[in-house]
Every structure is written in C-alpha cells, then in structure tokens.
C-alpha cells in the first residue's frame, strides 16, 4: 500500500516536472521570438517622426523672412526653429553631464567635433556649466532654392550661464550675443554646420504701456488715487488649492465676492498652480476660468493679486525656459485686465532656499521677474515672502514687497520696524496672516475662536496704527487641505483647516468682526 | 593767516587723498592689467593672454561660438600667462572673457579672432535642384561655402570664381561670399543637356557638380489610329499613336510622359485608355466595340497639351443568327454566331436574352459565346408562366420571337 502511494507520488511528480519544464521551454523560445520582434521600426530610418515633447522654450521672435534665395515655407520654418533650439537644448545639457548625447542629430560632422573638444576639455578639468538661452531674435538671411540649406543671423541671444569647477560655482553670468548660423537639412534634420559668434548688435523694441496701477515711493496708486490694500487671501469654501478645477463655480464665486466686499474689503489674493494650468502650454479652458474670475472681482471693485507657480518646485537653469513660456502666456493674456493689481511671482519661494540653492531660487525669481515685466508692464509686481526677514530679498526687482507673518504677536511691532529700516521706498503689505481656531484632538490646548478673535483685532489695530496694507488668511474654514500645502501629519492638516473668518457652514466666527478696521 | 588756513586746507586735502589712495591699493582690480592686449587674431594663432599683479587663484572665463569653458594661468614673475587652448584658438568669432577670483570678476574683454584666409582653402558647395526645365524659368542654385584649414568660413567679400559648361558653351563670372557664402542661380538652357558647374577660391578648385537640364511641357500634337479591320467583332484591338510630342523649344519631351486617350462612343459614354511615351511616341490601345459604333477620339497630356479630334467607325460583324428552341421551349440554343468571315466569332461574346412575360419585361439575361454557341435554361421552377416571348441580342444585331407556350 505504502508503496504504491509512492508510486503515484513519483508519478504525479514526474507529470509536474514535465509541464513545468515544456512550460519553461515555451517561455523561453516565445521570449525570444518576443526579442527578435522588437527593436526600431524601419521608419524610424528617415526620421519622418521624432517624437518629442517640449523641453525648452526660449522666446524665440522670428525677424524678417525676406531673403534673396527663396520665399520660406511657415512648415519648414517650424522645422527650422524645432531643430534649432533642439540644437541649443542638447548643447546645454552636453555642458551640464560633459556627455555628448544628441549633439550628433543636430550637428553635422565638421562642427559637432568644435563641442567634443570642449566637452573633453571640460571633463579633463573637471568644468561643467548649467545655461539657458532666454531670447532669440533670428533673422532669415538666405533659403537655398533646393529647400537644403538657410543661413540665420540670430541677434540679441541672451545667454545665461553658471560655471562650475569641481561643482564649485565660479561665475553667474549673463550677456548678449548674436550668432550668424548655416543649417543643413540631412536625414530629416536641420543641422547646424557653422556658428559665428558676433558682439551682440543692441534692438530696442517700444512696448506700449497702458498703465493700470504703479508705484510711488511708498504708495500703491490705482487710476490716480492712492490704494491701499486692505485684503483676504482666497480660496472658495469646496475647492481649496483648487479653485480652478472642476468644481469652479461661479455663481459660488461671485457670492463670496459679495461677502468680502461686504465686509468691507477691497482686494483678494488668489494662486495659480503651475501644473494645473497646465506648465508650459498653458490650458485655454484655465485662463477662461481665471478671466472669469477676474470679471466677478472687477464687477465687485475688487482689486486681484495673483499668485503664479504655486506648488512649483524645480528652478534648475535648463527648466527655465519653460516657467518663461507659462507665465508669458497668463500675464499676456491679462495685460490689460483692470481688476488685477499686481502679479505675485510666487507663493513663499524663501522655504525653498534650502531644498534647491538660495541663489539658484533668487536668480530663477529676478529672470522670472524680467520676463513678466516684459510681457506685462501694466501692473505691478511683488513676491510672498514667508517671513519679514525674506523679504528684504530681490527688493530692486518689484514694485511692492510683500511678506507673510504668522509669528507670534509680541515680535510683531520689532520685526516691522526693522523691515521698514531696511525697505526705504517700497511699499509694503503684510500678505499673509492668521491664526488657527483649532482645538481638538489633535491639539486640546489649541486658541479658540474667541481666541482668533482677539489675535485679529490685535492686528487691525497694528495696521490702523501703521497705516500698513494686509492681506489674511483667509475666508473659509476648509473641510479638507490637500497634502501638498502643510504635509500630511493630521494634526499639520486640521489646523491649517480652521484659519477662516467664517465656518465650514459659512457662517461668521467672532474673528469676522476684525476682517478690516 | 590766510595762506596758513590754505595751507591747512591742503595738507588735509593730501592727507584725506593718500588715504584713499591707501584704500584703493587693496584693491587689485585696479592694478591689473592685460599686457598684451589686441583685438584681433587670427585662427591658429598661439593667442595668450597675459595680466599683471594677479596669482594663482585667479581664472579665465572664456565664451566662444561654440564653447565656454575655464582656463588656470601659468605664473611667471608676477605675470599670468592664460594660454588659449588650440580648439578655440581655431575657431573664428567673438571671444568674450571675464577674470575671475573667488567668484568676484576682475576684468572683462573680448577680441575677435579671424579666419586665416592665408591656409589651405576648403571648398564646400551645394547645387540643387539637380534637374530643371529647359526654358527661361527655371534654374539650379550653387551655394559655395569657402573655409580656410580649419573649417571657418572665409570673411565676406571673399571672391569666387564660378565656372559653367553646357556643350561648347563654358564661361566663368566672380562673385563675393556674404553672410558665410557665396551663391548664384544657374538658368536654364532652352535645349536639353548636362549643365556642369565649379568654383574656384584662393587658387584652389571644387569638384564638378552637374544638373541636367530636362525637357519642358508638352506642346499640342497630332494623332492616329491604327486597326487590322473595322468589324465590331469585341475581339480585334485598335491602337492610337501620337505624333512626337515636343516642348515649346523643340525638344522631344521626357520618357513617360503619360498620354490619355479619351473616346466618346454615339451613346455618348466616354471610354478612356492610357500610354506613356518612348522617344516622344506614345501608344495607346484598346479593344474593338462589340456593336456597330463611331468613335470620337482626343489624346491629352493631362493639364497641359491636347491633340487633334480622330473619328472612326465600326461596321456590323455578325449578318444573322439562329436561334433554336428545344426541351419544350426551356431551352434556347443561340448559334453559330459568325464573324465577318463567316469565322465562328471568338469566345466571349456577349449574347442578351430579354424575357417577356404578357409584354411586361420578367428578366434580362446575359451569357458568353463558347465556339460560337450561346445556351440558355429556362427552369420550370424559376419560370412558371404558361407563356412567353424573347427578345434576343448579339453583336449590336437583335431579333424578337412571338408568344411561345409552355406546359404547367
């Protein structure tokens, strides 16, 4: 009996061996019909269709097509500045790793071998640079009548270079040159055959100015009259940190638009996500919604600050022509809207002097700053600093300075006073402010609203006696805050809830009587 | 007195300016100097650039066309030598340069450096389209890129001397590099040919290029038809010639160039048949009608030239036919179908049988002719009437039976 179990535990065995091992066998011979199936399509031989996604995005404004060669093409002129830029693109970044990849499909082979030499060089003595290209202004000069061949001068090139030695920064440095360049068209690309370097020939173009607000000395003035702020930072009741998403309402809105007008105020501070609007092709269907917005506070006199890149995070040099492209295409759509009053470069950069390189976020914010003023000269600029010692940063670049203050009262009146020392002829704004009515389980001891009540007439009472502009924070209680603004500890999360004058029913907390003076 | 409070007024000056002196003797900037400073070189040059009353720890930023890079000095008696590697030194453009130390910039300048026109000429030229059109419109490009040994492009207003060949013809003319190179359109011939081009720069010569100079549009031509015989037999084919088409100057117009040839028949239906031309000539054919008709006939290159209207006629093939009723009238046997010849007509042609029910038209139905014999079955179950009459139709002749019985 025992014996014949065994038998058939053998042959049971044996039958599982079997199918285990054709099953392996198939695996095997199907993995490597699988392999052999892979690899290029054919296609991919002509270069018909590289797919690619936007990477950098200088402002690139084409000067005159004319030429005596041959009427330009606007598909082939495409082509023409896709394979250009891509050019600059790999050679910065060949720069940056001291890694020739992709230098060959937009180099030919005489003048790919002037960038091997550099980066050998570089990589010999230990040299890397991180640089950007922020401007081109090109300029057709010859189109041969075979389509094979165009010779551009591209004038005002403004190059932004950081050089490091042994990851040392040794320079940061900015200047303007202009480059005549000949590109060929081989295997489906434009590739650059000759660069010249020329002393950059100076263009001033006029920007027609149509000034909505503007700075004077120490005051902001609106249509001729003084203006002084007196704000709420917002975010409707449902959607916060989202206002723009798919719960956008406006009748919801315009109702709250009505309440802080109400109340006595006359300007709201709002915030762009970066991703959301869509980085650097920004989303029509957004800017809809922010001309929406915009419309209800003009129809409710109220002024906007408005807040670009929030929960923006990378700074790095070859990033920037992107964050250029977002906020060139938002600031120019609104330019000259009359309901905002200054564009807030971004939200609290100061916390990322840290994580990414206080000079690397304060470089990224002046080029930032540069660039909307360009696009925008109308209204103002300014950044929300997270605290009074920040914002003593990057002065010369903005119009007003804006900081946040959620310390605690008694360093109020020191801190204020030593900023306004070191600010001479600004204007400044207390942009941020508030105190959480949160007591519960995570934090039994918490203040209460009479609490926030108290902590909010202290205040109005400080920006009666200073004359100084407030924004606070903010309208509503919120019933859920995405991780991405405080983390997600719970105890982090439910006191950034109960920061509102009015509850999660929107009814008003005794703090309401104290929203203004 | 009064020269006493100047005299004190003088010393304090010299006194307050020595000590500013003192102050600025800290900075070196002010005391360094770029001794061998010139604004041009020229490529391959050994370019060094040497300071004054700076040491070790200072470097040299330097932008070029294509690279940026750092330099270290070499000190020797309180001088810094930066010695520009070759890979820059060769190339022409701006150079700009800062000096550093520590992360403060010292000095900044720039210099040119030149091609070196006086060095191995190098040659590059490009010509294209390479095939174009004889006539006055139409022409090639050559685009001549001059560079010296190191691959920099000439300066402009570097002369070129261009050389052209077309049969006897052959004449050279100078043009000036601008923007990087030198070009010139290369027109057209109004005869047919090899155009062949060179250039010349600094004494040194390109290669030939070539571009051939390829007929222009047809022009209008002429055409005829060609037949064995002029029965309408369905069988026979016929054929259209052209003349030999030429373009406006003459010449005999590119192989393959497509002729159509378009019929309209007396029903008024166009029939259309293709041929590309050899030599000018092309030919076109198709096969002959099956029914007594009258051809018109028009021969176009599409969108450009057209020829003359031909006409031509077809005459009945087939003078009469049998038709024999067996099986109780359910079968119909249509034969011998003959051909002008008497030849039994070749397979294939097309016989109609018309059925008529009480005059009211039941079906048409269609065969082939095998050894002159066409058959048709009338089924009991397909055709259960008691009568009917035909209409039978061959070769564009017809002939109708009277009302035939059949048995339920």
Redesign the interface.
């Known amino acids: 009996m025992k014996n014949k179990m065994n038998k058939n535990i053998y042959r049971a065995g044996l039958i599982v061996t079997f199918v285990a091992l054709n099953a392996l066998v198939l695996f095997g011979l199907s993995s490597v019909l699988a392999w052999l199936n892979t690899g290029a399509e054919r296609t991919g031989m002509l270069h018909t269709e590289v797919l690619s996604k936007d990477v950098y995005l200088p402002d690139i404004e084409w000067g005159s097509l004319e030429n005596?060669?041959r009427p330009m093409e606007q598909q082939t002129l495409g082509e023409i500045q896709q394979d250009y830029l891509n050019a600059w693109y790999v050679?910065h970044v060949a720069?940056k790793t001291n890694n020739p990849y992709g230098i060959e499909d937009y180099y030919t082979d005489?003048?790919r071998?002037?960038?091997f030499?550099?980066i050998a060089?570089?990589k010999e003595?230990d040299?890397h640079?991180e640089?950007t290209t922020l401007n081109h202004h090109p300029k057709l000069?010859?189109y041969?009548?075979?389509g094979?061949?165009v010779?551009i001068?591209d004038d005002e090139v403004i190059?932004y270079?950081e050089?490091y030695?042994q990851d040392k920064?040794?320079?940061t440095?900015q200047?303007t040159?202009s480059?005549?360049v000949?590109m060929?068209l081989e295997d489906g690309f434009w590739r650059i055959?000759?660069?010249?370097?020329?002393?950059a020939k100076a263009q001033e173009d006029s920007v027609a100015t149509n000034k909505i607000a503007e700075v004077k000395g120490k005051k902001i003035i609106v249509e001729n009259n003084e203006f002084k702020i007196k704000g709420i930072n917002y975010y409707p009741k449902d959607s916060p940190w989202d206002m723009f998403g798919e719960n956008f309402s406006k009748d919801t809105i315009a109702q709250d638009f009505k309440i802080i007008r109400n109340a006595g105020l006359n300007s709201i501070r709002i915030f762009i996500q970066y991703e959301d609007f869509g980085k650097a092709e920004v989303l029509p269907q957004k800017l809809e919604k922010l001309r929406t917005v915009l419309d209800l506070a003009d129809e409710n006199q109220l002024k906007v600050v408005v807040t670009l890149f929030d929960f923006y995070g990378d700074y790095s040099v070859l990033d920037w022509t992107l964050t250029h492209r977002h906020a060139d295409q938002i600031v120019s759509a609104f330019k000259d809207h009359s309901a905002i009053l200054a564009w807030d470069l971004k939200n609290e950069p100061d916390l990322d002097f840290e994580s990414r390189g206080k000079d690397m976020v304060l470089q990224w914010l002046s080029h930032v700053a540069d660039e909307i003023k360009k696009y925008d000269p109308n209204h103002l600029i300014t950044i929300g600093w997270s605290s009074p010692e920040a914002a003593v940063n990057l002065q010369d670049k903005i119009d007003f300075v804006s900081f946040h203050f959620y310390k605690d009262l008694e360093k109020l009146a020191s801190d204020y006073s030593i900023l306004e020392k070191e600010i001479m002829n600004k204007p400044l704004v207390m942009q941020e402010f508030g105190m959480s009515s949160y007591h519960g389980l995570w934090n039994p001891f918490g203040t209460d609203e009479e609490a926030q009540a108290g902590y909010h007439k202290k205040m109005q009472d400080f920006f009666k006696k200073e004359d100084l502009a407030f924004m606070s924070w903010t309208l509503y209680d919120f019933e859920e805050v995405p991780s991405q603004v405080v983390g997600r500890l719970p105890w982090r999360k439910s006191r950034q809830r109960f920061f509102g004058f009015l509850d999660q029913n929107g009814e008003p907390k005794p703090a309401f009587k104290y929203i203004t003076h | 007195m009064k020269l006493k409070i100047r005299f004190i007024i003088l010393l304090s000056l010299v006194v307050l300016g020595s000590s500013f002196g003192y102050f600025y003797t800290e900075v070196d900037a002010e005391k360094i100097e770029l001794i061998n400073a010139k604004d041009r070189y020229t490529a391959g040059e050994k370019i060094q650039l040497k300071f004054n009353n700076i040491d070790k720890s200072c470097k040299l930023y330097l932008h070029h066309s294509y690279s940026q890079t750092i330099l270290k000095p070499e000190i020797a008696e309180n001088q810094a030598t930066f010695l520009i590697p070759d890979f820059l030194s060769a190339k022409s453009g701006e150079v700009n340069w800062i000096l550093l130390k520590d992360e403060e910039q010292l000095q900044t300048g720039s210099f040119e450096i030149l091609p070196k026109v006086a060095s191995k000429t190098v040659i590059e030229s490009y010509f294209g389209p390479r095939s174009i059109q004889a006539g006055d419109r139409d022409y090639s490009m050559l685009v001549v890129v001059p560079m010296d040994a190191m691959d920099n492009p000439l300066p402009d207003s570097t002369s070129v001397m261009l050389h052209k060949q077309f049969y006897e013809e052959i004449d050279s003319v100078e043009i000036f590099t601008d923007k990087l190179m030198a070009w010139r359109n290369i027109m057209a011939y109004r005869k047919t040919g090899n155009i062949n081009v060179s250039s010349t720069v600094l004494g040194v010569n390109s290669i030939e290029l070539t571009t051939n100079v390829f007929p222009s549009n047809a022009t209008d031509f002429q055409i005829f038809s060609f037949r064995n015989h002029d029965f309408a037999d369905g069988n026979q084919i016929a054929e259209f010639t052209t003349s030999e088409i030429k373009d406006e100057w003459g010449n005999t117009i590119s192989d393959g160039t497509l002729v159509s040839f378009y019929i309209e028949n007396e029903a008024g239906t166009m029939l259309t048949t293709r041929g590309s031309s050899i030599e000018g000539v092309a030919t076109a054919k198709i096969i002959h009608p099956d029914h007594p008709d009258t051809w018109k006939i028009k021969g176009y290159v599409t969108g450009l030239a057209e020829s003359n209207e031909i006409e031509i006629s077809f005459r009945q093939a087939l003078k009469d036919f049998e038709v024999e009723f067996s099986n109780g009238n359910r079968s119909i046997k249509i034969g011998p179908l003959q051909s002008f010849m008497q030849q039994l007509i070749p397979d294939g042609a097309v016989v109609k049988l018309h059925i008529f029910h009480q005059n009211k038209l039941v079906e048409i139905k269609q065969e082939t002719s095998n050894d002159g014999f066409v058959t048709f079955r009338l089924t009991k179950s397909f055709y259960p009437e008691n009568s009917y009459s035909f209409k039978i139709e061959a070769l564009g002749k017809s002939k109708t039976t009277e009302e035939l019985s059949y048995e339920e």
Do not use: C
């Not at chain 1, 055959?193 to 002393?199: E, I, N, W």
């Open positions: 005596p060669g050679k720069y005489s003048s071998v002037n960038l030499k550099t060089f570089n003595n040299i640079l640089a000069e010859f041969s009548a075979d094979q061949l010779v001068t190059e270079q050089i030695e920064k040794l320079l440095h200047d040159s480059y005549r000949m060929l055959r000759h660069m010249v370097k020329h002393s």
